[in-house]
């Protein structure tokens, strides 16, 4: 009596079908151009449906930032400080009109002026925190997870510390000892600056030294010790490379929470002194007295930026995440041959 062997439980053609959808788009993306193979570029080029909307929105409220930051001298009226012009005074309160298209504020602000000065502000205090957040995380983590040992033992029970601490209060007291709570434009920025790289530091390195130990183990790391290949050139040609896959979705969290960290920062009193430089939290800050008497612009569009800024990195840095995991990927759909021939 002769056995057959038992189906596999599964969908095995399911399996085969997803990859031969992926083939054309890797042998596509294989043959283009060098510039649209660049993150965000050959993402949307992936993207379909409401992946495809989301990225979009994304990206453009993220240019929208930047070219804003950029761009703020020529498309302020105003400086961020000023509160007058050749006709005289601006007036405090004073409702939106052609003169002043957001109104102005309790000390005379123009509200428009200083929603765009803030951009620059924002984007600074983003631009640091991350980029050294990042650096410092992702060394320590190749480091920790190759190497091993007590010294793994050590920044892993750190990182677990520090991480522990809230990051509010880290900024605040960043701020006091840094400039004694009230500072100029780069005061400022640096006290938001480090302590977001001190809090978000974890994250990166929990994140890359959990891939490093597990490349580690790989055979192509093992073949490249065997033929005496040098730590150095293993840690930054095999293993930096294939671990730093999963960071655009914290590296654009940690942006939109930097934003969110420097405005709490201005709201609490913290923050940059109105005087040298624009910031949106302490915008926020002077007009909750104006929304108890009616007084809405001078709250609103502060308010209205700060959601917009982080909406737009949030956006982009989740959509990046499902189209680099081939389960959350929405795919195209294939037209059938005898839809095709209709």
Same mark, same amino acid.
């Not at 052609?98 to 924002?122: E, K, M, N």
């Not at 969290?253 to 405005?263: D, F, K, R, V, Y």
């Not at 959601?307 to 982009?316: D, Q, R």
């Given at each position: /009596?002769?056995? &057959? ?29 060098? *510039? ?16 495809? +909307? /989301? ?22 009226? *105003? ?17 939106? &009109? ?44 190749? @480091?920790?997870?190759? !190497?091993?040992?007590? @010294? ?10 520090? *991480? ?39 994250? *990166? ?10 490349? %580690? ?7 490249? %010790? ?29 942006? &939109?929470?930097? !934003? ?5 920062? +201005?709201?609490?009193?913290? +923050? !940059? ?43 982009? +840095? ?16 294939? =037209?059938?041959? =005898?839809?095709?021939?209709?």
């Amino acid at each position: /009596m002769t056995l &057959s062997n038992p189906e596999p439980v599964g969908d095995g053609n399911a399996a085969g079908t997803d990859l031969a959808a992926e083939a054309p788009v890797v042998a596509e993306t294989a043959r283009s151009p060098w *510039y649209l193979r660049l993150p965000v570029l050959s993402h949307l080029r992936r993207s379909v449906g409401l992946q495809r +909307g /989301m990225l979009i929105t994304g990206v453009v409220l993220v240019a929208g930032l930047l070219l804003t930051a950029l761009f703020a001298p020529l498309l302020a009226p *105003y400086g961020f400080a000023a509160t007058s012009d050749a006709a005289g005074p601006f007036g405090t309160q004073r409702p939106p &009109s052609a003169a002043h298209p957001l109104g102005t504020t309790v000390t005379g602000f123009d509200v428009l002026s200083r929603v765009i000065w803030g951009t620059r502000t924002a984007v600074a205090v983003m631009v640091c925190a991350v980029a050294a957040s990042l650096f410092v995380g992702v060394a320590l983590g190749l @480091l920790s997870g190759y !190497i091993g040992g007590w @010294l793994d033992r050590v920044l892993v029970m750190l990182a677990d510390a520090i *991480y522990a601490f809230p990051s509010l209060l880290l900024a605040i007291v960043m701020s006091i000892v840094i400039s004694g709570g009230q500072s100029d434009a780069w005061g400022g920025i640096l006290a938001a600056a480090l302590s977001i790289t001190v809090v978000f530091v974890p994250q *990166y390195f929990r994140v890359i030294r959990a891939e490093v130990v597990r490349l %580690k183990a790989e055979p192509f790391v093992e073949a490249a %010790k065997v033929v005496g290949t040098g730590h150095r050139r293993i840690m930054g040609t095999h293993l930096l490379r294939n671990a730093t896959r999963t960071l655009p979705l914290i590296f654009t969290l940690n942006a &939109s929470e930097s !934003i969110l960290t420097l405005a709490a920062l +201005g709201f609490l009193g913290f +923050g !940059i002194e109105p005087t040298s430089a624009s910031e949106w939290g302490y915008d926020l800050n002077r007009a909750m007295s104006d929304a108890t008497s009616g007084i809405w612009w001078t709250g609103l569009f502060p308010g209205l930026a700060i959601v917009l800024a982080v909406l737009g990195v949030t956006l982009v +840095g989740e959509s990046v995440n499902d189209l680099n995991d081939p389960r959350l990927r929405t795919r195209r759909r294939r =037209r059938s041959p =005898r839809r095709a021939r209709a």
